[in-house]
Nanobody, 125 residues
Framework: QAQVVESGGGSVQAGGSLRLSCVAS????????MSWYRQTPGKEREFVSG???????RYADSVKGRFTISRDNAANTAYLLMNSLKPEDTAMYYC???????????????????WGKGTLVTVSS
């Protein structure tokens, strides 16, 4: 069972910034797509941002221009820099990792999906 651990959440005032980190277990011959989702009580989990193993990124419209996702492949870690935070960004943020074949390698866990337990972000007005 892969381990995915998020950190960096906290409480900030509107307009502030936070940087979330997600560290995932490493497996021989595997790389991963890594994404951030968020969820508030009573609502479905929603996509925030993702970075593929090859490096391309995408964002939800609600965070474009404010959030930046990046990754450190050597450390199997993804980061989410959140600027200009708004009260509506308040949520539990979860990291998802999906294992993929590394370049010219065979990953026996290709396609397996893992989630962390989340880190709470609270933005006050």
């Amino acid at each position: 069972q892969a381990q995915v651990v998020e950190s960096g959440g906290g409480s900030v005032q509107a307009g502030g910034s936070l940087r979330l980190s997600c560290v995932a277990s490493e497996y021989a011959y595997c790389t991963s797509d890594m994404s951030w989702y968020r969820q508030t009580p009573g609502k479905e989990r929603e996509f925030v941002s993702g970075v593929l193993s090859a490096g391309s990124t995408r964002y939800a419209d609600s965070v474009k221009g404010r959030f930046t996702i990046s990754r450190d492949n050597a450390a199997n870690t993804a980061y989410l820099l959140m600027n200009s935070l708004k009260p509506e960004d308040t949520a539990m943020y979860y990291c998802q990792t999906i294992l993929r074949h590394a370049a010219r390698r065979y990953c026996r866990y290709n396609g397996m999906e893992y989630w962390g337990k989340g880190t709470l972000v609270t933005v006050s007005s």
